[in-house]
């Protein structure tokens, strides 16, 4: 359930002050109109459940420790994720105190019940104690899915996390990868694992899973969800400042950021990506990546050759 309608306009007027205060005021039409268009989901294959194909990352902008006013500033950008449609958390273990933030926004939050939980077990042994102590930061009473991070110690992990699936502690298992690194590995277990989730690194400057792990993930029914998409925020900053295409219009796009997000979640057997922010606005013109229309076939690679020559 998404927050309610008042709060959806309130972050929405705010999204449309900050343009306008920017001189922004020939995109607030097609702002409005994306707001009212219908989110985008895509199916969980082995379950049918719809997910909106744009979630939101914690890898580094949710690491604050316990900063009380940064705290507070996360917990903002779960509030506008929330507003905005959204459902897919993503974290891990790895990500410092990010779970903490997570548990301590959802809390704030009085847990919203569209939430998606996605986290990761990362440790060389002892992941039941590592998953327990994961749960308990998010202060949640099960995750939805549980994934092995980077495929550490995948061999004791996966069938740790099927046992769980199988005894309705967890809903999806499945693995993880960053940066295209072990897509030989991640291949394997896709065609030998029953997995409901791969996460792999994908955006319009990187495509390598286009060739093998997304058709073998529509092949073998897998989830898809997609980290990375603007390379840790390397794309984002050097399109800064670079004026929009005209073609970016015609896909209700304001910023950069949602021409690089429709670039990914308009491939077919992409389930949801899941762009960090630490940014109230950025969340919810992130969110608005996933409503409207998005790129055609020829639409795609004109925006990978765009891409390419401006950065």
Not at 52 to 63: A, D, E, Q, R, Y
């Amino acid at each position: 359930m998404s927050l309610p309608s008042i709060e959806r306009r309130r972050i929405l007027t705010a999204s449309l002050q900050a343009m306008l205060a920017a001189g922004g005021c020939a995109f607030a039409p097609p702002l409005l109109a994306q707001q009212q268009s219908p989110i985008l989901t895509r199916p969980i294959p082995s379950s049918g459940e719809q997910l909106p194909v744009v979630g939101l990352g914690s890898w580094i902008t949710f690491n604050v420790g316990d900063d009380a006013q940064a705290r507070a500033a996360c917990t903002e950008v779960v509030k506008a994720f929330f507003a905005g449609g959204g459902r897919l958390i993503d974290s891990s273990p790895m990500y410092g105190s990010a779970q903490s933030v997570i548990g301590d926004a959802l809390a704030r939050l009085q847990y919203p019940q569209a939430l998606f939980s996605a986290d990761k077990v990362w440790t060389g042994s002892g992941g039941a104690a590592q998953i327990e102590t994961s749960r308990k930061l998010w202060r949640i009473p099960r995750f939805d899915l549980l994934q092995v991070h980077n495929l550490l110690a995948v061999d004791a992990h996966l069938p740790l996390l099927l046992r769980m699936k199988a005894t309705k502690r967890l809903r999806y298992a499945g693995i993880t990868t960053s940066e295209g690194r072990r897509h030989g590995e991640i291949v394997k277990l896709m065609e030998s694992q029953p997995l409901d989730f791969v996460q792999v690194s994908y955006n319009v400057l990187d495509r390598e899973v286009e060739n093998r792990i997304l058709p073998l993930a529509r092949e073998r029914r897998i989830a898809v969800i997609v980290n990375r998409p603007f390379r840790q925020g390397e794309l984002t900053q050097a399109l800064t400042g670079k004026p929009l295409p005209g073609w970016a219009a015609e896909i209700g796009c304001t910023t950069w950021a949602q021409v690089l997000l429709k670039f990914i979640v308009s491939h077919p057997d992409v389930t949801c990506a899941i762009p960090a922010t630490s940014n109230p606005r950025h969340a919810s013109e992130n969110m608005l990546a996933a409503r409207g229309p998005m790129p055609d076939q020829n639409l795609r690679r004109r925006i990978v050759a765009d891409v390419k020559k401006l950065t």
